[in-house]
């Protein structure tokens, strides 16, 4: 059987990249269950070389996470991610999957509220995010980042983000919103004030508005008054 020239591990026989090949295409009609799970443990057995390995790993939690099985996802995840070994030739060949797993991770602990554990997650995407991701993903990282860091009382760090994912989302009034906390937890009211201020011209017919300005009011003195 022909090898594709995508597939670099260690299975001449051709199985593992054509499993590989049949499992995405049905994740990406969202309809993998745990055939494909229990297919992807046993190309395990067949797989050696250790970044594909861990790619396969990374496909089994991605799923679970997919079908909102979320301890069985943290598990198959954080084991991929410990598995990886980015100084191997192999790891450019995997390196998408590879940050889908760093992505999928840091959310499932953002949704459950674990921002510390979250964090370190996110940020092993970082180096790569321009390699594998579109500019608005790379704003979403960004958010993720800054909350996560706010969170976790590290104000600095999170304003390096807030002010990345406003630049990447192209100040929407997510992102604007989180500039302005940042700013405000910096204690650098000016520009909290002046980010306000364009969320005022904005965002002011958006849902979230009136949380903007119960901020601004408790925070920075505004009454929402556009100057």
Known sequence: MNIPEWYTGSDRSGDVAAGIEATIAKMDEHEADHEDISRLRDL???ETEVNWRAFLLSLVGTIHYD???LDQAAEALESALVSYKPYLSTFDEVLSVYCQTCYTAGVLFYERE????AAPYLLRCLPYLHEVYENAYVGDIYSLLTICLNMGDDVEG?????????FARQYDCESLENL????????DTQKASEVFQTLSERCRQSDTFQRVLDFARQNLGETGAVN
């Open 44 to 46: 395990q057995s067949v």
């Open 67 to 69: 079908l909102q099985e």
């Open 114 to 117: 674990q921002y510390a554990v």
């Open 158 to 166: 999170a304003l390096v983000f807030a002010e990345a994912a406003a």
């Open 180 to 187: 302005m906390i940042a700013y405000v937890a910096t204690g």
